[in-house]
């Protein structure tokens, strides 16, 4: 065979599957998007994928007003969690990379460990701790909760990142005599934009999504959006309209996120799995 | 100077939110049920207009969700103002054991409620340290539903017992019908209580809660037995179903019979508008003509409700004739209060309650009033254990082994 | 250089606040979890609800209770699920997602396209592809009535609601079928040894797999699970969950491959070309083996993410349905609506042991192996 060319018949069977994964993705979206529009009385199960026949975008006004208080409480949570975390996190990865000391491999892990856990595994005691310092039920306890276990990851991704700062940098301004925070505030800190940008989009779509924490630790008047929706979809006699609606409005957020910011997303996606 | 504006304003605001009282109520009354309950918290808003009524519902039939959230709650050291309840077991076994709610015994007697509540009722909210709950409605758990005009096209009658019943079910499956709808686990577990008062009677019915007849006797094995007979002529797709998508099969035509309380008629006549005794009929589960198996919601005043002063309001106008009766027409349930005003009614609730005046009652498994709930919750495990080996014996075992291990009737 | 400057105080100190905070919330409650599931915390009534709880202590006996007691069939039935479901979410995911990054690296057209198309449902929630795959699923509808669309026949599978179970066995011989894949192992590993010339090691584990068989082969005497037998299988109504979950997560070892398959030199590939070896020789003999950390990795993330699968489940059959069931859900249900705490931190642990002999050995290797990079 002299043809070092990819042989020509494959080509379509690269496109074929493709097109293929394409249809599977999508398939779930246009049936979403289709039934969200349908007025109640005209989703029926045998014509689920047809288009509807008039459009009915009421769904959305309804799901809107029931979710606006859920997703402006999701916002406060996820920017309040992902900010502490992430100013939290930076600092760890500094020290971790840049002030090695005695313990630190051990200590390390240890903390590796905390993203890995199956929350389940510490659900009681952090329920029972919350409510005995008064934060059980508010958005502050939720913030803690994420915050603190947002911490693994955080300072995972920032202390890979500051590996890749040469150490000489660092020597530099010390004989310029800055110290730990002069080294951090004039050299580590501006080098972190990209990280940061990877740690926010990271560990804000993470707690936007994230159900286990929000549905034990919330009432009615705190719950994310997550919770919500999963009230709204979950056990009565669905009409289908509106908990796809609603599914649209939770997921709008990270999925702009994802399209405009996909670039970074995948890096956090990468540091996740711990050596990226 | 525009600081001081800026600041009078953030007062007066601050201000104005605290003075308006607030009230939260905790149900699982959304969706479909949902309009019975507004019905109500309109009646409360008209007379307390400054509470501003928060309605905290949670999803799903029989309270399967809205349970665990409103525990995670209250071993949060939240509670909701009131909460939704069912009277007996759930009430007194789950709440009041835990010293979670306020005696409303002193309520009972201002307003006068010990003479208007029927006496067994009180007794099922009542233990000898007080009352606990202000009941809202009665419901009827073993009702069988059906439209009377597609049963004439399928040439079937009502069947009075589970013989007459597996007699039309081979019909009716031949005709694809489905005969028999059931829907999500809990749904299961109903058709369950009404089979088992069908072949024990009420006596002996009674007897499994007081633990004066034991789930292995041969005739509890029996009912685990014609329980399986009628599941096979149930759908196979069951627990992809609430309740009122197993209703709405009925009603399309899909299946012929649906055994489900009579919240069910609320469904059909307030959201769906159909005609009772016209679009939709009913009888008592086959076998269980002249019983009454009750089950009553009922709203509590529990410890550290933070609107304690809104909450008691909040009861009395649960307990009143008139909210009694603004509730119940549309929930499809009729009044516990015995001086109700059957003229709101509709037929199918009218009839109801003279069953209730006139038949013999008996608690509800599923809905709270029976058994304490770990037993209940741990019968979810032996239908599944049922389901799964379609063995009437190792059901039987495992109900007694529940029964055992949470000391029932104890 | 390694004394204690105040600049490294400040640096630990910076540091404390976070070991502190993990220290409480990730091992200090661990403990507590881990003392809750040694009590009776929820067996009486009167004390699960009460607000300062009288408990005691029962050492083992709730742990012993779910793998052997007559009514603690959902556990076990959720653990066999969760072994199911975990087995095909992977390879479902590492399959799909190894087929996607390796036709996306072959120059196609509208690369940026298909890539963002197969990542996005990982930007979702699982409560989102939930409620989604949820109505996908309907019986009577979604996927089964797709194919009427072009004129086939319906779908008949009943999905989410499907009772149908295959590869039944009995709970009771569960130790005798882990005895025997134990032995097994052993069996290669004594293989291994030998060819290494390691006389002495193949030895012992020869000796090992023997005991074991021999004691399988009497019929395990010493373990008694259950009086009676317990049918346990694949349930075919997880197929439905496994699906949407695969939906989810697939593009994420997509991500992870393509990028891999990017950091393989071309001259590598070219001169394997230049040797005469065809497309899919150069895949087998090149391309391959240097995806092998990658795919290790991935297995160890959607493995954690698996043995925690929790909200997919609740958003696409509720909190009942014992066919679907995994023990992140029963624990969850168990502890905050049946009140039984100490049940629930129980199963907590089970699923905690499981998910710490995946991730402890593999942060141990991947740690130390960037030490010595």
Redesign the interface.
Known sequence: MTNRRRPVSTRWIVYLVLVLGALFFLLPVYLVVVTAFKAPADIRLATAWHLPETWHPQSFVIAWEAFAPKLRNSMVLAVSATAIAAVLGSLNGYVLSKWRFRGANVIFPLMLFGMFIPYQAILIPL?GF??DIGL??TLQGLVLTHVVYGLPITTLIFRNFYAEIPDEMLEAGKIDGAGFFGLYWWIVFPLSVSGFVVVVIWQFTQIWNEFLFA??LT???TEPITVALA??A?????RWNLPMAGAILAALPTLIIYVVLGRYFIRGLLAGSVKG | MRMKILLAFVLSVGLSVASAQELEIFSWW???EGPALDALIELYEAQYPNVVV?N?T????AG??A???L????????PPDSFQVHAGEELI???V????MEDLTWLFEEEGWLDVFPPDLIDLISTDGGIWSVPVNIHRSNVMWFVPENLEAWGVDVPTTWDEFLEVCSSLQGQGVTPLVVG???TVQHLWESVALAELGPDAYGQLWTGDLSFTDPSVVATWERFGEVMDCTN?????L????AT?RVVDGDAAFNVMGDWAAG?MVTTLGLEPGVDMGWAASPGTDGVFMVLSDSFGLPVGAPNRDEAIDWLRVVGSLEGQDAFNPLKGSIAPRLDSDLGRYNAYLQSAAEDFANDRQVGSLVHGTAA???FM??F??VM??F???GSAQ?AA??AE??AI?TALGR | MRRLTRDRLTAILMLSPSLILLAIFVYGFIGQTLYVSLTNWGRD???????QPRLEFVWFENYARLFSG??E??FR?DLVNLFFFTTFFIAGSLGLGLVFAIALDRDVKGEGFFRTVFLFPFALSFIVTGTVWRWML???GGLNVLPTLVGLPRGDF????S?ERIWTFDWRSLPDITAVVIAAVLVLLTVMAWREGRRGRAATLAAAAALLSAWVATGAPGIELLP?PE?RGFNL?LVGIIIAAIWQMSGYTMALYLASLRGVPEELRESARIDGGSELQVYRYVVFPLLGPITLSAMIILGHVSLKIFDLIFAM???????TSVPALLM??RA????QFADGAAIAMVLLLMVATVIIPYLVTSLRGEVRR
Do not use: C, H
């Open positions: 329920f919350l409510r059980y039920g549905v034990t009432r009615s008047a009230q709204l979950g056990g009565e006699a669905v | 959304a969706g479909d928060e905290a949670v999803t799903g039939g399967v969700v349970r665990a959230v525990k995670t709650r209250m071993l949060g050291g939240q076994g789950t709440w054991v835990a010293n979670r999500e686990s809990w196979d797709d069951a627990s992809g609430s309740w009122q998508q709405d469904y304490k709930e770990s919750s741990e979810a495990t599944e254990i389901l799964d080996t190792a075992s495992a082994a529940v291990q | 009534p009167a004390q699960a609800l009460a607000l007559v009514l069939s959902r039935q309907q019986p009577q009943a999905w989410l609601t009772r009676f049918g109504a059959t509720g909190p009942d349905l014992a066919t969850y249900i905050f609506r049946a009140n």
